[in-house]
């Protein structure tokens, strides 16, 4: 696609069956069975995900007032039709699939879609209708056949998206550089209510409602962040990869234990959070491209899956939250916590530890990526060797976990491993090793760690940090906003590093902070340019 008809489209801007292609079906919706919508109810914008080599997953919510308080976004409380279509072209006269679902009250009249039937590797275009009214037209792309390996892809990924801390620029500078993939590494919405989290200078957007505990304020809390036009720009030109870290549900949860235990209003016993964990899970897959395998049962989702890019690519979405240990000594950072080397500790769960490290035995791909959450790299603060200062909530506090992750894509002959993070709101590139206490142990894959989109606010657009002196496995820091863009291809994968001067008022232009590169069968990063 031109760079002109794709720049037009960005600025254009459950209950589901599997869906087979149909070329030519027709649809017949009355432009009076509206359920009298009398204005647009596609106001939290469209979005597509989980591409696999023969259909993707299309997504909208329908809403007339998104802000309100029951989460159920003014709509009546009945089935409302919805008619899809995907098309070969922007402009949807070469249709291809074309369908009705109903959004219901159950499901906050949220709709998914998965398509199967189409062609592997080709881009692709949807919209939706509801009665008179017509979403806006987005992008997607089915992933190349099993046996393929493309020549390239262009992926992005980016995490931490605090509403309130600032403007969603970030995600229109991201739809702008017309990525064919985006991976959210978690926070893609925050948990608490106004006031309560505030950056120097003031916030300059506030959240509507109390902190979420509840369907209706979770619900509320998707919508609010759905609204923005921004991050519809960046759902609009891409199919997503989505996974969750903490704020999605209470910050630094870990399995089902929350953040707070002690009695109170907003504390947490082992029940209620359940529920609100519940209550958090169901809202998101609301308001996610996800495919049906994600649907909650109860307090329990599974998120954790590979998706493949031909031979080009194993994507392995992991949660680090779910199944994970309890953070340590209290969390936050603690110096010389002996038990965070424990054999038994885990942040992956033993289920999904195993079925990562058989991903790593059954891959061909070129390049096996993970996309998680938190610090992967060890980061000492302390610099004397007889102690250490590391953080409980990463994956320093679960360093056994960390070792068999690492040894498993040693011992499967991985080609390339690399790790992708988000989480602390600070750029980072990493070389990565068995033993990081061990100036001889060897680098063995590579970790790039995205900024947040707007959490913390602005920054300081530093770039050191006094932990690198002793930390040498860490080679790049930097304090601003923004994205990572990825150029994955059989020879390389480069990772240009988007930033923002500032969010707190709308409108920065982005620029490339760094840039780095990782060659085919050479582990560790070169810095580029």
């Known amino acids: 696609m031109d760079n002109i008809s794709r720049r037009s489209l960005i600025s254009a801007g459950l209950g589901a069956g599997l869906v087979a292609a149909l070329p030519g079906a027709a649809v017949a919706v009355s432009t009076a069975d509206d359920a009298g919508l009398r204005t647009d109810p596609f106001m939290l914008g469209i979005a597509s995900g989980e591409p696999w080599p023969d259909g993707f997953v299309i997504w909208t919510r329908l809403a007339l007032d998104p802000l309100a308080e029951d989460g159920l976004g003014g709509m009546p409380a009945r089935p409302v039709p919805v008619a899809w279509e995907v098309a070969e072209d922007a402009s949807m006269r070469t249709v291809v699939a074309r369908g009705v679902e109903h959004a219901r009250i159950e499901t906050a009249h949220s709709v998914h879609v998965e398509l199967q039937g189409l062609k592997p590797g080709r881009e692709y275009f949807y919209r939706f209708r509801s009665g008179r009214h017509l979403s806006a037209v987005g992008r997607t792309l089915t992933s190349p056949a099993p046996h393929e390996t493309p020549a390239a892809l262009a992926m992005a990924f980016a995490s931490c998206s605090q509403y309130e801390h600032g403007y969603f620029t970030a ?53 609010q962040y759905k609204s923005d036009a921004d991050l519809q720009a960046a759902h609009a ?205 060897p680098v063995v894959g590579s970790e790039l760690v995205c900024t947040s989109i707007t959490s913390t606010g602005n920054g300081t657009g530093s770039t050191t940090d006094p932990v690198m002196a002793w930390n040498p496995h860490l080679k790049f820091f930097n304090d601003n906003r923004g994205y990572v863009n990825t150029k994955i291809t059989r020879d390389a994968m480069t990772a240009d590093f988007r930033t923002l001067d500032y969010v707190t008022t709308p409108g920065a232009p982005v620029s490339t902070k760094a840039s780095f590169a990782i060659q085919d069968g050479v582990p560790g990063l070169q810095a580029r340019g």
Do not use: C
Not at 357 to 370: A, K, V
């Open 237 to 441: 030109v891409a199919p997503w990869l989505v996974v969750w870290d903490d704020h999605e549900v209470d910050n630094n949860w870990a399995d089902e234990i929350p953040e707070n235990r002690d009695a109170g209003q907003l504390n947490d016993t082992t029940e209620r959070f359940r529920q609100r964990r519940a209550a958090a899970f169901q809202a998101y897959y609301e308001n996610m491209p996800l495919r049906r395998s994600s649907v909650p049962a109860g307090f329990d989702m599974k998120i954790y899956r590979t998706i493949q890019w031909g031979q080009l690519a194993n994507f392995h979405m992991m949660d680090t939250r779910q199944y994970r240990d309890d953070q340590l000594a209290g969390d936050g950072w603690k110096k010389n916590v002996a038990e965070r080397l424990a054999e038994n500790r885990t942040i992956t769960g033993a289920e999904q530890e195993k079925w990562l490290l058989e991903g790593f035995r059954n891959s061909t791909q070129r390049w096996d990526i993970l996309g998680q959450q938190v610090f992967f790299a060890e980061r000492d603060r302390a610099q004397a060797l007889e102690i250490d200062d590391v953080s409980m909530d990463g994956w320093d506090g679960y360093t056994a976990s960390r070792r068999r992750i690492t040894q498993g894509w040693l011992d499967a002959k991985v080609r390339n491993a690399v790790v992708l993070t988000g989480d602390v709101h600070r750029n980072w590139a990493n070389d990565l090793k068995v033993d990081y206490k061990d100036p001889a142990s």
């Open 171 to 223: 995600y229109t500078r991201l739809a702008e550089d017309q990525p064919d993939l985006v991976l959210h590494l978690g926070d893609y919405l925050y948990e608490y209510k106004k006031d309560s989290y505030v950056i120097g200078g003031g916030n300059p957007r506030d959240h509507q409602g109390p902190e979420t505990t509840t369907l209706q304020g979770y619900r509320q809390r998707h919508a």
